[in-house]
């Protein structure tokens, strides 16, 4: 008889206990913020124009990073003069050449 008392004694007091810490914490009074006055429409945008311009930046050096690019773009190589004909001509005639080569080397087993 003293088992079952003792222990629908320790269930009872678990059950007020349960119910006693459900009801969350007492807020002491200084323990929430102090209101703070609305903010005009005006704050607002210039606040969203600050945040969109520095997202905007920030975006652009994620993609110039991840491209391999320089972040400002003021980096950038210049390109060069156009090859004329010629210039063009004699580098195909150079890459066929050494590849003509490569090959020879290649069916020699080399």
């Known amino acids: 008889m003293k088992k079952v008392i003792l222990s629908v004694g320790v269930a009872l007091v678990q059950l007020m206990a349960v119910n006693a810490f459900a ?18 429409k005006a704050e607002k945008q210039a606040a969203r124009a600050e945040r ?23 980096d950038k190589a210049v390109p060069s003069a156009k090859a004329t004909a010629a210039e063009k001509k004699a580098a195909r005639a150079k890459r066929k050449a050494a590849g003509a080569e490569a090959a020879k080397t290649e069916k020699n087993g080399q």
């Not at 969109?52 to 003021?74: I, R, S, T």
């Open 23 to 40: 009801a969350g914490e007492v807020d002491a009074a200084d323990s929430k913020a102090a209101a703070s006055t609305p903010v005009t």
């Open 52 to 74: 969109k311009a520095a997202g905007a930046d920030a975006a652009k050096a994620a993609k110039a990073a991840e491209n391999g690019d320089a972040a400002g773009g003021a």
